[in-house]
């Protein structure tokens, strides 16, 4: 029963050096996400995915990047850390991109880049 | 594009108490609205959603109710518990899924 699942929790980087975060869903869905949650500010999409071996960017993707290439697992990339990429990381997944589809959520990495 | 505004707070009310939680939106579509909630250490969590005009989404005693004509989606308990505290977050969904700001409650015993 382990819907999503990020990994690693937390992580402190230093400015510059590179990280990988990962996300597995064990649902079968087709749509995956990467969200930032920054405060007063809600989540903002990175980047996302409608299916293996597609991804495109969402509303902050600059600084990341993120690649499917198996169905369960969504990865996102920090080349060159900064500071301003300081934030807890969410993953989503959802069965279908149709508006009444809802979103599963893993349960976050936090990220500290000093 | 695509938003959602709603109360920031925070929200501290003490047990038994009515809560509401303001959120509007802006959209070009028709979209669905959700309300999430992410209990302290963990993810987000659906707590309830409606998908057209004047439904009702209702779990765990909350309920929202799709207002086309105010463009709103208002939360609401009668009597809120310690186990409420939580942050909420309103949501959108037509193309993609935009999210509120986030409201903090803290309810007090």
């Known amino acids: 029963n382990a819907g999503v699942t990020q990994t690693p929790k937390f992580r402190v980087l230093k400015t510059g050096q590179s990280m990988t975060l990962l996300c597995a869903q064990d649902?079968?869905?087709?749509?995956m996400y990467w969200y930032r949650q920054d405060p007063g500010m809600g989540l903002r999409l990175i980047h996302y995915?409608?299916?293996?071996?597609?991804?495109a960017k969402g509303e902050v993707p600059d600084g990341y990047n993120v690649s499917r290439l198996k169905k369960q697992n969504f990865l996102l990339g920090l080349e060159s850390a900064a500071p301003s990429q300081t934030s807890v990381y969410f993953c989503?997944?959802?069965?279908?991109?149709?508006?009444?589809?809802?979103?599963?959520f893993g349960q976050g990495t936090r990220l500290t880049v000093v | 594009g695509d938003s959602v505004t709603q109360m920031e707070g925070p929200v501290t009310l003490s047990e038994e108490a009515c809560l509401t939680i303001n959120c509007t939106y802006t959209a070009t579509g028709y979209p669905s609205l959700f309300w999430y909630v992410q209990y302290p250490g963990e993810g987000l969590q659906l707590l309830l959603k409606a998908t057209k005009a004047d439904d009702k989404g209702s779990n765990k005693g909350f309920e929202a109710t799709y207002r086309k004509e105010t463009t709103s989606f208002h939360l609401e308990k009668g009597s809120v518990q310690v186990s409420d505290s939580a942050v909420y977050f309103c949501a959108l969904k037509a193309n993609d899924m935009r999210f509120g700001a986030g409201t903090r409650l803290t309810v007090k015993p």
């Open positions: 995915s409608v299916g293996e071996g597609t991804t």
């Open positions: 649902m079968n869905h087709e749509y």
């Open positions: 989503a997944s959802s069965y279908s991109k149709a508006r009444v589809a809802e979103a599963f």
